[in-house]
């Protein structure tokens, strides 16, 4: 069996030391091209691969990433956190990058672990996903030289960099395709306590008002994000509200909630009312009837994510703030309004 290649030995034929390796490693371009070359030379030769101690020799990179997520349990088995976290890992692997989660709880909290872990170089980056307007700890990662990014929201007030789907014009997108259908007797079901939420909640109006709806006309409900609550929001806009021909949910999971109350008090949709959600999960296209959705593309969202966690890494001092559009997905779940 032979022996694995190491740094040192690529160094030593090279005649270059450990230093210079890892610099032509890192792509720095300092190092001089003759230089370079004779270095990739050997490490194609030899099919070297370097670890992420020799490629942090001189970055003093731990070559490892955090994803902070409320729940650990959710995040293996969540419809919503599935495709973030496969985003985010496609992108770290593909740069040499491991992925390490930890949990939102008291504990870490408590402990400021989101600091430590960042300031010994633990983790190169910190990425949290699922925070609400209650995660107020993270201002304190505001103007450090870290590289802390928030997933699919931010918050308010807080200039710390996010990358997230654009609600806004979802809303527009949604509040568009039920206008466009001739709907004018509209609900909503939403939620709350969370920034992107409360930016659709408000767009969703400031559009219904831009058609000559009263938005004080509109009602609401909080279906807290959930199917369950998406059914009980249902229940009592339909109940307080027979007129309504449409429903408007913030998220796919409460509107088959909505349409799964529909269904049991046996109204016709969309004939008799019609329902769109925000998301596209994977279990939209089987709901019944089949969901019309906003498609929010979670992994693409996770994987530009890490990227700029990689870029505020590298250059901490710039601010983030991306929003990745949106797309409507027709189906069979909305149609004009009733006559």
Not at 62 to 67: A, D, H, I, K
Request: neutral net charge; proline residues 5%; contains cysteine.
């Amino acid at each position: 069996m032979h022996k694995a290649v190491t740094i040192k030995d690529i160094a030593r034929e090279c005649g270059v030391s450990l230093s210079t390796v890892s610099l032509v490693i890192n792509g720095n371009p300092r190092i001089s091209e003759k230089t370079r070359q004779r270095v990739m030379e050997a490490v194609r030769k030899h099919d070297y691969k370097p670890n992420a101690q020799a490629r942090g020799l001189v970055s003093r990179a731990s070559y490892t990433l955090s994803v902070v997520v409320p729940e650990l349990g959710r995040a293996f088995g969540d419809i919503y956190y599935g495709p973030l976290i496969g985003g985010i890992y496609e992108c770290a692997t593909e740069r040499g990058y491991k992925l390490m989660l930890d949990m939102n709880n008291e504990t870490f909290r408590r402990r400021k672990e989101y600091i430590d872990m960042l300031k010994t170089g633990r983790v190169d980056g910190m990425l949290f996903i699922a925070t609400n307007n209650f995660d107020q700890f993270l201002a304190e990662l505001v103007g450090t030289p870290y590289a802390a990014l928030v997933v699919n929201n931010w918050l308010p007030g807080q200039p710390l960099s996010h990358v997230a789907a654009d609600y806004a014009q979802s809303a527009r997108v949604a509040g568009e395709h039920i206008l466009g259908l001739g709907h004018r007797q509209i609900g909503v079901i939403g939620g709350t306590n969370v920034t992107t939420a409360e930016l659709f909640n408000q767009t969703l109006l400031e559009v219904l008002e831009e058609a000559g709806i009263d938005p004080d006309s509109v009602p609401f409900r909080d279906g807290g994000f959930t199917e369950p609550g998406g059914f009980e929001a249902a229940r009592s806009l339909t109940e307080n509200r027979p007129d309504l021909t449409a429903l408007i949910a913030g998220n796919d999971r409460m509107a088959i909630g909505a349409l799964r109350y529909l269904e049991m008090k046996g109204r016709k949709v969309p004939k008799e009312i019609s329902v769109i959600g925000v998301d596209d999960i994977a279990t939209a296209a089987q709901a019944r009837p089949a969901l019309t959705t906003v498609r929010h593309d979670y992994y693409r969202i996770g994987y530009q994510a890490a990227e700029q966690a990689l870029a505020l890494f590298k250059d901490p001092s710039q601010t983030i703030r991306d929003l990745v559009p949106v797309e409507l997905v027709t189906r069979v779940s909305t149609g004009p309004a009733p006559a």
